[in-house]
């Protein structure tokens, strides 16, 4: 069965950094195009950031230079690097793992993630 376990949330104060974790298990994060959203009060879930099969990363407008999505395959865990972050970023952030080839998607518990001096 697939799973995906999101860690490293907490609080940090603005301009600081924080670096999310999401274990997966009964799928390959090599093989798997791997994402990560958010959602922040009252809004939609939106895309975050992407790393597909070969490697190749894809980030929404509003965290580029900012965060960076990369993957451990031998851990089977994909990270998102979250720098500069600012009060926008609060949200329950979340581990996606897109299944093409069987046309299922997966999804994690979430981690909170709160920017607040």
């Known amino acids: 069965q697939v799973q995906l376990v999101e860690s490293g949330g907490g609080l940090v104060h603005p301009g600081g950094s924080l670096r999310l974790s999401c274990e997966a298990s009964?799928?390959?994060?090599?093989?798997?195009?791997m994402g990560w959203y958010r959602q922040g009060p009252g809004e939609q879930r939106d895309l975050v950031a992407r790393i597909i099969r070969n490697g190749t990363t894809k980030y929404s407008d509003f965290v580029k230079g900012r965060f960076t999505i990369s993957r451990d395959i031998a851990k089977n865990t994909v990270y998102l690097q979250m720098n500069s972050l600012n009060t926008e970023d609060t949200a329950v952030y979340y581990c996606?793992?897109?299944?093409?080839?069987?046309?299922?998607?997966?999804w994690g518990q979430g981690t909170q993630v709160t920017v607040s001096s």
């Open positions: 996606n793992a897109q299944d093409t080839i069987r046309a299922r998607s997966y």
């Open positions: 009964g799928i390959r994060v090599r093989v798997t195009a």
